[in-house]
Antibody
């Protein structure tokens, strides 16, 4: 069964850092691009970042560019998102998702990040 | 950036009825670049429909998608109790790569 499970997150201070991880199972992880999507309270879903299957290409939303770093370890079937220079507006549930052509499937259940002093 | 606007915001229906959910794009979206998802609280969003009208694996036939250009529709024929959830649309583009509608909450009357 194709499955993604996020971990990490929690409470971070403005200007601080947090790290999210996502472990994949049930499919050949190294064959797929992977993405992070987030949803802030009361807001619509927002694309955050994606990474190519072979780690050679990354892309970020303007809102996180220069602050967040996406990475992956194909040997461990894991996807990561390093959140630096946290801002209040980074408070959200963060989802990892597998990119399949022009859609996302599956998604993880989400990890909550709260930024507060 | 292509903005997706879903309507209605909330839809109140009874089991057995038909739900019609709309998603309007601010610019033309190719049929291959449009998808629908179901999201229940505390769960992972679930792909329902890709490429406007292709049901994902394991999705019941009561779910169907249609549309083109700027107007897309998700129809659920014969609502089951487990169908009451939030539904959102998604388009694949350039910048940002994915954009999403604000969601329609389908609630039981």
């Amino acid at each position: 069964q194709v499955h993604l499970v996020e971990s990490g997150g929690g409470l971070g201070k403005p200007g601080g850092s947090l790290r999210l991880s996502c472990v994949a199972s049930g499919f050949k992880f190294r064959d797929y691009y992977m993405a992070w999507i987030r949803q802030a309270p009361g807001k619509r879903l927002e694309f955050v970042s994606y990474i190519s299957n072979d780690n050679t290409f990354t892309h970020y939303a303007d809102s996180v560019k220069g602050r967040f770093i996406i990475s992956r370890d194909n040997a461990k079937n894991s996807l990561n998102l390093q959140l630096n220079s946290l801002r209040d507006e980074d408070t959200a549930v963060y989802y990892c998702a597998r990119m399949v052509n022009t859609w996302l499937d599956p998604w993880g259940q989400g990890a909550l990040v709260t930024v507060s002093s | 950036e292509i903005v997706l606007t879903q309507s209605p915001g909330t839809l109140s229906l009874s089991p057995g009825e038909t739900a019609t959910l709309s998603c309007r794009a601010s610019q033309t979206v190719g049929r291959n670049y449009f998808a629908w998802y179901q999201h229940k609280p505390g769960q992972a969003p679930r792909l329902l429909i890709s490429e406007t009208s292709t049901r994902a694996s394991g999705i019941p036939a009561r779910f169907s998608g249609s549309g083109s250009g700027t107007d897309f529709t998700l129809t659920i024929d014969g609502l089951e109790p487990e169908d009451f959830a939030v539904y959102f649309c998604q388009q694949y583009g350039n910048s940002p790569l994915f954009t999403f509608g604000q969601g329609t909450k389908l609630e039981s009357k």
